[in-house]
């Protein structure tokens, strides 16, 4: 192990609430640096915001929010988000601060004198929420962008270049002589063919964005955003500012960041840096996105997953384990209060929580507290002995190598083993027979001994519940402060008393949890859609009551006010064409229609949308509208909203409808002409 560890998340975009996601990298990255740190390695953890650019300066616009007002609340939102998952970064860094600004303008000087830097003229395509020129082929007129699914910005500009065509060959000498460097593999690959395919030089100002740094000694231009965020990994330690001296300390760093951003990381930020002299980061490490209801979480789909919802139901701990053991580091994974709830009861409460509940116990119970501790001789102990230190070792090489799924699952064949050894041994039995004092004593001084190292060695992943189990075993100090590599078996240590023994991981009530979700989405449906007269398709959790809805498909995390910010200006129903070119809205005739038993509200009506098969949606007008007066109707529905599920029922859509009145009775929508199924309105 190096003695100095430097990680990094992505510096997150104050554009959208922060979501479960983002704290995905954060968690990981939090892990790791306690991880090296408990085996006394000097780690730094960086994370930050994302906050000048386009999409941002659009973002505080839509909302008739000053734009600085509108990062800062973001920005605490971010840090809200992340406190109660018990992160502990070093540095949040924000590509505001004046600092970070300062520095960013001397990176851009140092490029532009070291001849990297040229004067041109850009005509192209950007898109405002990739930050990113874009490839169009032909002349289309409307580009839309392939990750977004929006329209493309026009820009024809003066620009200032970064002449990234130089730096084609040294990329590849780097991902050949450093295979590390990026990772996992399959990233290196994707990377190695892209680079091999040529590079174009790269425009690395804008006249037309106002929101970003000065390009120094020419304003009108502000500095590609890109270019801003990228160097926020070495302006937080302090290089070209003296905000901190930790430049020469920590760096080159691993950087963790999610697959959709690996060609900035691992091309422009490579370039960029060998271009302006500086070292090299040592690894860029690519994660897989967290899909929710299958697919990857966005505001458009409403399927994001906030921290707070899910922290309504589990602890961060159990969050952590979750996306630390559930998801490959590297794939994609799906995340769903369903699968938590499994992995929580199977693992946790039924596993470590278990074995520290049953140990303890007995101990309390068969030796007044005080737990017994294992002698040399007891040969029938070996195998735990030694599996334990097996486990010790394989999670220390799969943590290093960022396969947190396989080291827990080394760490729970330890827990296991524990466990069955406990089970063979029958403690119980021999608590009642005087004779077997001796093998009572070894029996759990063995389980004791083993759950001390195991507590040790799930500490930077599950901190707060690792000094739980700590404090009840009667242990002294931080087990995030003691290396379990240091730890030996049966070593002298201090133990007070076992006395309250409460457990780590309550067993959770998945029925319980999983109608409360029910009733959540049924509620915010409610709230959302005035007197229910529409469906919306949306995953679990983050949609709550926009205050001020501005239409049935409204979501808090699109719309919703500002707190105090927005408080002070009002916020504005205006959406950009860009937003509403998201919703597709579709004709389609109503096939079949029925009561959703025990729903009082809800038809389930079956629609022709013009596709190869019907679908599916449920529709909050019962109390309206008999089923036989829809059947043949020609409605208007939102195509493209994720599918949601309402009384075990899936809907794949949403129909549009007035809502009038005091008691918004429902109108449904339609035309005054035929209009054959499927087709777009727009
Ligand atoms: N601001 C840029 C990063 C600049 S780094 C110098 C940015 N910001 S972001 O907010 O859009 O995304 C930040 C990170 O969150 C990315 O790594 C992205 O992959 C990650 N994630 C966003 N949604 C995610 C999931 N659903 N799952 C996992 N990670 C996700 O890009």
Redesign the pocket.
Known sequence: MDKTFYVT?????TN?RP????A??TLVADTLTRFHRQRGVDAFMLTGT?EHGINIERAAEARGVPIKAYVDHIFEEFQAAFAPLGVSYDRWIRTTDPAHEAAVQKLFQILSDRGYIYKGFYDGWFCGNC?EFKDVEGDAENPICPVHERSLDRVSEESYFFKLSEFQQPLLDLYDSRPEFVQPEARRNEVRSFVSGGLKDLSVSRVSVKWGIPVPGDPKHTIYV?LD??S??ITALGWGNDTYDGFERYWPALHL?????LR??TVYWPSFLMAAGIEVPRTVFA??????GGK??SKTLGNVLSVDELLRFFSADMVRYFILREVSFGQDGYISYEAITDRVNSDLADGLGNLASRTLTMVRNYFAGTPPRPSPDDEFVADVRERINEAKVRFDGEFQSLSFSRGLEAAWAGIARVDKFITENEPWKLAKDPASRGKLEAVLATAYEGLRHLVLLVAPAMPESARHIWRQMGLAGDPLTISPNGATWGEAIDVAKIEQISPAFPKLNKEKIMAEIEQQNDAAQTATQPADTTTQAAAPTAQTTAPTATGPTTTASEAAPLGATQAAAPPTNIISIDDFIKVELRAATVLEAERVPKADKLLRLVIDVGEEKPRQILAGIAEHYAPEEVVGRKIIVVANLAPRKLRGLESNGMLLAASVGETGKPVLATFGEDVPNGTRLK
Not at 9 to 13: E, G, H, K, L
Not at 257 to 261: H, R, T
């Open positions: 998340t992505p510096i997150y975009y959208a979501h479960v996601g983002h995905y990298t994302d930050n890109w965020a990228l926020n990994y960041v999610g697959k959709d951003i900035f990381h994660h897989g996105m967290l899909l929710s990857k979480m």
